[in-house]
């Protein structure tokens, strides 16, 4: 066959009901156009509620206004209440969520590492992560009272099993190979765990940190109708009393802005500890 045949068949059109294939290229967005694209939701969101209070189709009985929710935030951040409020459930929150976070961790990687560990512990940690923490709270006050202990303890059995999941599968997915390797070479247990097992497992283990920081949000919420005398839960159940609606949404907003917040660390987290890992913007 000719050279000039082969370039004319080249240049032919391709058959009926064929298409040329184009390469699927990922489209970089710049980092304000992100930022732009996440904060119009929220915008919308805000001026349908603007909205809605200005024509008296939302009444302030139902719900406040925008203005008269950031005056409520102005009135309580003056008085003090707003800060000391956050100031425990901060504490409430991070401390059960660390206790929560050591305990799944390291059952996570007991039932994961050793088969001993798995024969014993993971049935009957499987069959407690199916029991609702909501359904602990009247137990709980019989156990605890209604002190700081019932309050931080229902927030870190909330936050252990999700952690618990993500650490048994990640480090069951551990290459055994690698670990097997490891071993030849004279490593220890322990040694394996930290410089294998756990870099190995990472992107699972912070599946499971944004899990539980997000469920410590959630438990909070619960713990705090514990007979509170202090904390956001506390400002809820006065508001509540006095059909404050404004303080109410004050509220609601604040506990949404430590779910978001919560989310936004894990994001930043998963940024330091895997710069590998295909940032936000560059996805099409």
Not at 102 to 125: K, V
Not at 217 to 239: C, D, F, K, R, W
């Amino acid at each position: 066959m000719s050279e000039a045949r082969v370039v004319a068949q080249a240049a032919d059109p391709p058959p009926p009901g064929l298409v040329t294939p184009r390469p699927q290229l990922r489209k970089p967005r710049s980092r304000p156009y992100a930022l732009t694209v996440r904060a119009l939701g929220p915008f919308v969101l805000l001026g349908l509620w603007w909205a809605a209070s200005a024509t008296g189709l939302l009444t302030p009985d139902v719900l406040a206004s925008p203005a008269e929710v950031l005056k409520a935030v102005g009135e309580l951040w003056g008085n003090g209440q707003l800060p000391d409020a956050l100031t425990t459930s901060l504490t409430r929150s991070g401390l059960g969520l660390l206790i929560g976070l050591a305990a799944g961790l390291t059952l996570g990687i007991t039932t994961g590492f050793t088969r001993l560990g798995d024969e014993l512990l993971d049935s009957s940690l499987q069959t407690l992560r199916t029991i609702p923490f909501l359904s602990l709270v009247p137990l709980f006050m019989v156990w605890f009272g209604i002190n700081e202990t019932a309050k931080i303890l229902l927030i870190a059995v909330a936050t252990t099993f999700p952690m618990y999941v993500s650490a048994s599968s990640g480090v069951r997915n551990t290459d055994p190979k690698l670990v097997e390797a490891m071993r030849s070479f004279g490593m220890s247990r322990l040694a394996i765990v930290r410089e294998v097992v756990l870099p190995g497992a990472l992107p699972s283990l912070l599946a499971g940190l944004r899990l539980s920081m997000t469920l410590s949000v959630i438990a909070l919420i619960a713990a705090e109708e514990i007979n509170a005398t202090a904390g956001i839960g506390y400002l809820m159940s006065q508001a509540q009393s006095y059909a404050r609606t404004d303080i109410l949404a004050v509220c609601i907003l604040v506990y949404g802005l430590l779910g978001l917040t919560a989310d936004v660390l894990v994001r930043l987290l998963e940024r330091f500890l895997m710069p590998w890992r295909t940032p936000q913007g560059a996805r099409r």
